[in-house]
């Protein structure tokens, strides 16, 4: 006789575009017990994590988690703001961008594109430009941390060119949202949709949204109804400001572990949490240039949560992540799209942001490159001397718009 044994995972490093590993205070708070969802402690629950997402967001206005994953975010931001035939401002300059126009499509939306190479934002101009042509454009949709490239697109210019012109800003910040300044009110965001297993430190299933007071109100003043119930973020942020009826089940496991993540996150301080994301981001490029490999993207783009490292001449991809895998239990990314086997996606998000798992990859990916014969550089030497810089001072948490005065002092 068999006993069929529970389901094991293996333990994996996870260093690619996500998941992220989790701690295990928050892998903890999924075991916490079911309740109903009228039960008298789940509106604590929940308050506490509306108010403490809000910091994390950059934002004083509402913001909660939507069930499903980042995409739902993506989907529900786009589906409540637009009518069919709306023309829709969407930037592509990667696979998450062209994710959006997707989605637009789906809805009926009119998606008018602005192009970038994958590995530049879009500049503002292009944004500019693109409602001039078209004053029709009512929503304008950008992805703040391109996942697939390691861009970093900046928002504060484009939110206010966006808001001149009555228009709604839809930003991406899955990648960004707990690693980088997100910046909702500050770059005029009106609706961001984010994730929790990326730099947020929580496992997947929720996809945090803020939502400006005017998204909400054009929301409520449709023409007709938005066409998915479950995703209608008005009933969505009915229930979560009064949670006195029935929507859906809320995923109540996720939403413990949520609220433990971001409990870690608000004792080790937004200001550290940034801090530590950009340092080991800078330890680990300059490990790899040292290395005698180059990053993807130009320093000034890129992104601390997601490092796209280009793929030397000669060297098999997918052979170099299953050594990676294989012999050191690390997951890292390959390319998407037009980047397919010519970038590697290193991912340095919440917890496994740190110094530890910079100095293992370094010297895994060496160990990885030998066995292809390559014999790159060693990496962790320069990594450490990051660590022994002195840094610049940390940026002001809540001003945190641009890079400016945020790269390191050498
Ligand atoms: C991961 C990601 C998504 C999709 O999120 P899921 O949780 O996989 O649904 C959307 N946008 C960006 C930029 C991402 O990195």
Avoid at 299 to 316: E, F, K, Y
Wanted: aromatic fraction near 6%.
């Amino acid at each position: 006789m068999t006993f069929a044994l529970s389901f094991q995972p293996p333990r994996r490093l996870l260093l690619g575009p996500g998941p992220s590993n989790v701690e295990d205070r928050v892998s903890r708070a999924l075991a916490a017990p079911v309740v109903g969802y009228f039960d008298p402690s789940l509106p604590t629950a929940m308050a506490e994590i509306q108010r403490l997402l809000q910091p994390v967001m950059g934002t004083a206005g509402k913001a909660f988690p939507l069930s499903g994953t980042g995409s739902a975010g993506m989907e529900a931001a786009f589906i409540n703001l637009i009518e069919p035939g709306d023309p829709v401002a969407i930037g592509v300059a990667g696979f998450f961008g062209d994710r959006m126009r997707q989605v637009v499509e789906r809805a009926g939306g009119r998606p008018v594109l602005l192009h970038a190479e994958w590995g530049r934002p879009i500049e503002p101009d292009q944004v500019a430009e693109a409602l001039q042509r078209d004053p029709n454009i009512r929503v304008v949709g950008l992805v703040q941390g391109e996942t697939s490239t390691g861009v970093l697109q900046p928002l504060v210019e484009i939110g206010q060119i966006v808001r001149a012109h009555d228009a709604f800003l839809v930003a991406d910040a899955v990648t960004t949202v707990g690693g980088h300044p997100v910046g909702v009110d500050a770059n005029q965001i009106d609706v961001c949709y984010a994730g929790t297993q990326k730099a947020l430190g929580a496992p997947p299933g929720l996809s945090p949204i803020a939502c400006s007071r005017r998204a909400l109100d054009r929301m409520q003043k449709r023409t007709r109804p938005v066409q998915s119930f479950y995703l209608d973020l008005a009933l969505f942020a009915e229930y979560w400001g009064t949670h006195n009826f029935y929507h859906h089940t809320p995923p109540v496991s996720f939403y413990y572990a949520l609220l433990e993540a971001l409990r870690v996150i608000d004792e080790e301080g937004l200001a550290e949490r940034f801090a530590r994301h950009r340092r080991n981001h800078h330890a680990l490029v300059a490990g790899i240039e040292a290395m005698g490999l180059t990053m993807h993207v130009a320093p000034a783009d890129r992104l601390w949560t997601l490092n796209a490292v280009r793929i030397p001449r000669g060297v098999d991809d997918a052979k170099v992540r299953q050594h990676l895998l294989e012999e050191f239990g690390i997951e890292i990314g390959g390319g998407l799209g037009a980047l397919r086997g010519q970038i590697w996606r290193i991912g340095l998000m919440g917890a496994n942001s740190q110094a530890g798992n910079v100095l293992f990859l370094l010297t895994a990916l060496e160990q990885a490159l030998l066995a292809q014969g390559v014999a790159a550089g060693t990496g962790a030497a320069a990594a450490q001397a990051v660590y022994h810089a002195d840094w610049a001072p940390e940026p002001p948490v809540l001003a945190h718009i641009s890079l400016d005065g945020v790269a390191p002092s050498r």
